[in-house]
């Protein structure tokens, strides 16, 4: 078995938490763990509060240049309708 992100296979993770047994002994290993999910869980949360604002701001940018290029698309429709009404007056 391999987690992907780090690259280590069960032997190194077996590894790890024997030397966390023995550097933090068994009563600290519970806490320790509820800390570091607390801890990652708060890196997902940002990361996807990130995301967000960010397609928030794309979408804004996005309808912004769809209102100006209908703006523009009615303003020259009307150019011509202004043109005739103006001759006609005259």
């Not at 992100?5 to 966390?20: K, T, W, Y």
């Not at 949360?45 to 290029?69: G, V």
């Amino acid at each position: 078995m391999y987690i992907l992100f780090f690259d280590f296979g069960s032997g190194e993770i077996l590894l790890i938490v024997l030397a966390a047994f023995l550097i933090f002994g068994p009563s600290k290993i519970p806490e320790i763990a509820r800390g570091l999910g607390k801890f990652i869980n708060d890196i997902k949360r940002a990361s996807e509060d990130i995301k967000t604002e960010i397609n928030r701001e794309a979408d804004r940018q996005e309808r912004e240049k769809r209102l100006a290029e209908y703006k523009a698309k009615v303003e020259q429709d009307l150019k011509p309708e202004e043109k005739e009404a103006g001759t006609e007056t005259q």
